[in-house]
C-alpha cells in the first residue's frame, strides 16, 4: 500500500490514534497481582484480546483503511492472511464501507474462514503456505485494481498498532518496560518508536517461539532473512520472515529478544486462564512465557507491561493446550503399573493411589504385553496431581507397595 522506504515517526502514530478513536476501543491495562507474585515483578497486562476481532490487528487496519483515497476505496483492499489481520480487516472494512478480499491458505482455520466472511469479507483459499497466498494476492490485486494491504511491513499498519503504546503510556506511566511478542514486527516496531519518543529509558524487549525466530536470525544477519516454518502454539508469530521496515525501526530501540519454548508458551496460556479468568492465544501468552521461567531476570522488581496480542484460540486447540499445560506444571501425570489380574488387584492400586491424594483420571489395562506372567497385567493410568513433587511422592509410594511403575511420562 505505501513506500516502504518511508519511515514512521510518532508524530505519525499520534495522528493515527486521532484517526482510529472512537472505532478502536482503549483496552484495559490492569496490574495482575496473581502474576506479579509469579514473575517477581510488577506486571500490568495490556488486554489487547477485549478488541471486537479479539487482536491488536484492528488498530493497524482501521489506519491504513481510513488513509486510503476514494478511488481506492471503491475498488477495494486485498490482504493475504490466515489470523487476525484478515479479522481486523474485514471488520473495519465493513464499518467503513470498504471492499474486503482476504487470500487465506487452505489449511486455515475453519473459525477464522467463517468469521470473516461473517463480517463481509471475500474469501478465497489459495495455496498450501502463507507465501504462495501472498503471490496470489498481489496478483489479484494487479489484476483487480485492489489495494493490497500488508499485515506488518506498512507504515499506516505499524503506526497503528503503535497506538497501542500511546494508550500504555497513559495507563501505566511509570512503566519502566514492555514485553511484546515479535511475528512480522509490525506490532513491537509501533510501540518501541511511540514509547521511546516520550520516554527513551523505558525498555522495549521482545519474545518470539522458538519454533519461528524470525527477529533472532535477523539480528544475526543484520537484515530480514527467510527461515522455515515449524509448527507452533503461537501461531500468530509464524511467519517465514520478519518485516523489513519494522526490523529497521525496532532494531536500534528494542533491549533484547529472548525466545520461548511450546511447553512454557502452553504453561503461560493455563496460567493466564486460571490466574486472570484470561483466554488468549499462544502468541499473546508468549510474553507471560518470558517473564515466568527467568528468561528477563533484569526485569525483577521492575514495573512491566506484557501485551497480550490476542485471543483468538480455536476451542478444541484449547482444550489440548490446557492439557499439554496441566502436565508441564505436574498436574497431569501418566504411568504405567504392573498389577494382579485377579479380583481386587486393580482396587488395591486406586486404593493405593487415593491415599497419596491422587485422584485417577483414567485406566487401559494391557494385558497382552505384559510379559509371561498371566496372573499379571500392565495398566496405563493417568492421574490428577498436585505439582511435581507430588507426582514424586506417589511414584516413591507405589514402588514401595511393589506396583513398579515405570518412569512418569511428560506428555498427556
Do not use: W
Not at 482455520?109 to 467463517?114: D, G, Q, R
Not at 496460556?269 to 479468568?277: D, G, N, S, T, V
Request: charged letters at 20%.
Amino acid at each position: 500500500m505505501s513506500d516502504l522506504n518511508l519511515s514512521v515517526t510518532a508524530a505519525d502514530i499520534v495522528a493515527a490514534r486521532n484517526r482510529i478513536a472512537g472505532g478502536v476501543a482503549v483496552t484495559p491495562c490492569p496490574e495482575s497481582i496473581q502474576l506479579s507474585e509469579i514473575c517477581g515483578s510488577r506486571v500490568f497486562c495490556k488486554l489487547e484480546y477485549l478488541q471486537r476481532t479479539g487482536s491488536f490487528k484492528e488498530r493497524g487496519a482501521r489506519n491504513a483503511l481510513l488513509q486510503l483515497d476514494e478511488p481506492r476505496r471503491e475498488r477495494g483492499v486485498v490482504a493475504a492472511s490466515a489470523g487476525n489481520h484478515a479479522l481486523g480487516l474485514a471488520y473495519h472494512g465493513q464499518l467503513l464501507g470498504i471492499g474486503v478480499t482476504v487470500v487465506m491458505p487452505r489449511f486455515a482455520p475453519l473459525i477464522k474462514v467463517s468469521t470473516c466472511r461473517r463480517l463481509g469479507a471475500r474469501i478465497i483459499l489459495h495455496g498450501e503456505t502463507y507465501p504462495e497466498a501472498t503471490r496470489f494476492a498481489h496478483e489479484l490485486a494487479d489484476r483487480e485494481g485492489l489495494t493490497y494491504i500488508h499485515g506488518f511491513n506498512d507504515p499506516a499498519i505499524i503506526a497503528g498498532q503503535g497506538t497501542l503504546g500511546v494508550e500504555v503510556l497513559e495507563q501505566v506511566p511509570d512503566v519502566e518496560a514492555i514485553v511484546v511478542p515479535i511475528g512480522g514486527a509490525g506490532l513491537i516496531a509501533g510501540i518501541a518508536t511511540a514509547v521511546k519518543s516520550v520516554k527513551p529509558d523505558v525498555r522495549i524487549f521482545g519474545v518470539e517461539a522458538e519454533e519461528v525466530p524470525t527477529f533472532t536470525h535477523a539480528l544475526a544477519a543484520g537484515r530480514p532473512v527467510d527461515i522455515p516454518l515449524k509448527p507452533t502454539l503461537a501461531d500468530g508469530l509464524a511467519v517465514g520472515r520478519v518485516g523489513d521496515l519494522p526490523f529497521a525501526l525496532a532494531r536500534p530501540l528494542v533491549e533484547r529478544v529472548v525466545t520461548v519454548s511450546e511447553e512454557q508458551i502452553s504453561l503461560a496460556i493455563l496460567r493466564l486462564a486460571e490466574l486472570e479468568k484470561s483466554v488468549v492465544e499462544g502468541a499473546a501468552a508468549a510474553a507471560l512465557a518470558a517473564c515466568m521461567n527467568g528468561r528477563l531476570p533484569e526485569l525483577a522488581g521492575k514495573r512491566v507491561v506484557l501485551v497480550l496480542t490476542g485471543g483468538n484460540i480455536d476451542l478444541g486447540v484449547l482444550g489440548r493446550v490446557i492439557e499439554h499445560g496441566l502436565v508441564a506444571d505436574g498436574r497431569l501425570c501418566r504411568f504405567t503399573a504392573t498389577i494382579s489380574d485377579r479380583p481386587g488387584g486393580l482396587a488395591k492400586l486406586a486404593e493405593r493411589i487415593a491415599a497419596a491424594g491422587a485422584s485417577i483420571k483414567e485406566i487401559t489395562h494391557d494385558r497382552a504385553f505384559c510379559g509371561p506372567d498371566v496372573t499379571a497385567v500392565n495398566v496405563l493410568c493417568t492421574v490428577e496431581t498436585a505439582d511435581r513433587a507430588h507426582i514424586a511422592e506417589l511414584m516413591s509410594q507405589l514402588r514401595d507397595d511393589g506396583f513398579i511403575p515405570c518412569a512418569p511420562s511428560l506428555g498427556p
